[in-house]
């Protein structure tokens, strides 16, 4: 079964780092990209970057180049969000999702990760 | 503010044919595919329709999709209850060198 499994939710204070996982299985996890996805408390989707894990090209939306980082581990099939300084307004789920570049055709779904970051 | 504009909210009763539109540019819907999520109360999106007009293995022939220059729609006919979620239309723009998603739509079944 091609699955993707995220890592559990956070807790989290601002200014705290923090990095949240990805993992791929079932399929070649090379061969496809990885999309992440944010959606804040009672919000919409937002398109946050995708990497390709064959060779870790990566790309970002411009709301959140310089916010986040986006890394993967091809030998552990495993995919990265990561903030160096947490702030409240990134409390959100955040979703991971296979990805296909050129086009937001994202057919298999983590089931999300939630973090909160609060005082 | 999204780059796609979808209508906040829609509705319909059991039977119906409801249809989503969602607005875009030349960068965007203009010149690439567009693909929708639904998106059930407390569960992870899912791929419903993808470019454009095509259904996933399992997606009821209920659903379809179409574009038209910068503009696509998502048409559901025979609404049912369980149809009730939040829509999204997705598309990768050209000037952002990224994706985008509309801002959903909130499906409600009367």
């Known amino acids: 079964e091609v699955q993707l499994v995220q890592s559990g939710a956070e807790v989290k204070k601002p200014g705290e780092s923090l990095k949240i996982s990805c993992k791929g299985s079932g399929y070649s996890f090379t061969s496809y990209w990885i999309g992440w996805v944010r959606q804040m408390p009672g919000k919409g989707l937002e398109w946050m970057g995708i990497i390709y894990p064959g060779d870790s090209d990566t790309r970002y939306s411009p709301s959140f180049q310089g916010q986040v980082t986006i890394s993967a581990d091809k030998s552990i099939s495993t995919a990265y969000l990561q903030w160096s300084s947490l702030k409240a307004s990134d409390t959100a789920m955040y979703y991971c999702?296979?990805?296909?570049?050129?086009?937001?055709?994202?057919?298999?779904w983590g089931k999300g990760t939630t973090v909160t970051v609060s005082s | 503010q999204s780059v796609l504009t979808q209508p906040p909210s829609a509705s319909g009763t059991p039977g119906q044919r409801v249809t989503i539109s969602c607005s875009g540019s030349?960068?965007?819907?203009?010149?690439?595919?567009v693909n929708w999520y639904q998106q059930l109360p407390g569960t992870a999106p899912k791929l419903l329709i993808y470019?454009?007009?095509q259904r996933p293995s399992g997606v009821p022939d209920r659903f379809s999709g179409s574009k038209s220059g910068t503009s696509a729609s998502l048409a559901i006919s025979g609404l049912q209850s369980e149809d009730e979620a939040d829509y999204y239309c997705?598309?990768?723009?050209?000037?952002?060198?990224?994706?985008?998603f509309g801002g959903g739509t909130k499906l409600t079944v009367l």
């Open positions: 999702a296979r990805h296909e570049v050129g086009m937001v055709y994202m057919d298999v």
């Open positions: 470019s454009n007009n």
């Open positions: 997705a598309a990768w723009d050209d000037s952002l060198k990224g994706g985008v």
């Open positions: 030349s960068s965007n819907i203009g010149s690439n595919t």
